[in-house]
């Protein structure tokens, strides 16, 4: 993998780049996935999945440079692919995009002081990671309520104009607090924040989603008492 043109240095173009080959995984592993998927070619020699900063994503041999100019990803990829399933392989890939993407970020910092490293982890941090979004996974965030923070005792649905319905105690707090709110809040499938669009919260793990994430209209949320996300369906299948 080649060094980007004019090579990152302060924390915000460190985390540019971050992003970009980010955006670029989540891609291919999400989105363009069955172009990805029939890339990788157990057949094949070793292949690696690179992210590029202007948010493109290739597979394609590691470089043959020793040492190489940046941190490589995962090497043969392509090898387990045929030999696990899909869903899972596809999380490996992930997982170890993860790290190459970390890799990458503080090999560029290297020189950076200890509160911008500080900083750098903490942009990266707010953002899902890789595996999250594949997954369709993320950590429980308390969230603000007019009680003690808890909603398992009704779920709120959020409407285009950013209003929170369907919980009476939810809907005493103000509308700019709400959105306040979910303005820091990511979606648990694409990891935006948009908050312009209809949301719908998990009732189980309190994730939050866009509702054309989930294929869930304002319609079918106002006949759904208990809406439960696709990972707590697969995490009770699981147990």
Same mark, same amino acid.
């Given at each position: ?165 369907? &919980? ?13 709110? &979910? ?26 989603? &866009? ?29």
């Amino acid at each position: 993998m080649e060094m980007p043109s004019t090579t990152p240095k302060t924390v915000e173009e460190i985390f540019k780049d971050y992003a970009g080959r980010r955006a670029a995984l989540v891609r291919a592993l999400a989105h363009d996935v069955d172009e990805f998927y029939g890339l990788c070619d157990p057949g094949k020699e070793n292949l690696c999945l690179y992210g590029h900063p202007n948010e493109t994503w290739e597979v394609v041999l590691p470089v043959e440079e020793v040492p190489p100019e940046l941190p490589e990803p995962a090497l043969g990829i392509n090898f387990a692919r045929d030999g696990m399933n899909r869903k899972d392989w596809l999380s490996l890939v992930a997982v170890h995009s993860d790290s190459w993407l970390l890799s990458v970020a503080f090999y560029l910092g290297s020189r950076l002081k200890q509160n911008e490293r500080k900083r750098l982890f903490s942009l990266m941090n707010d953002l899902p990671t890789v595996f999250e979004v594949v997954t369709e996974w993320k950590p429980v965030k308390e969230k603000p309520s007019v009680d003690s923070g808890s909603r398992s005792q009704g779920s709120a649905k959020r409407s285009n104009d950013g209003q929170v319905k369907s &919980h009476p105690k939810l809907a005493k707090q103000s509308i700019e607090e709400d959105v306040d709110e &979910h303005s820091k809040t990511l979606c648990g499938s694409c990891g935006e924040n948009s908050t312009d669009e209809f949301w719908i919260g998990c009732d189980i793990c309190e994730r939050w989603y &866009h509702g054309k994430c989930v294929n869930i209209t304002p319609a079918k949320a106002d006949c759904i008492q208990r809406y439960k996300c696709s990972f707590c369906c697969m995490k009770k299948c699981r147990q």
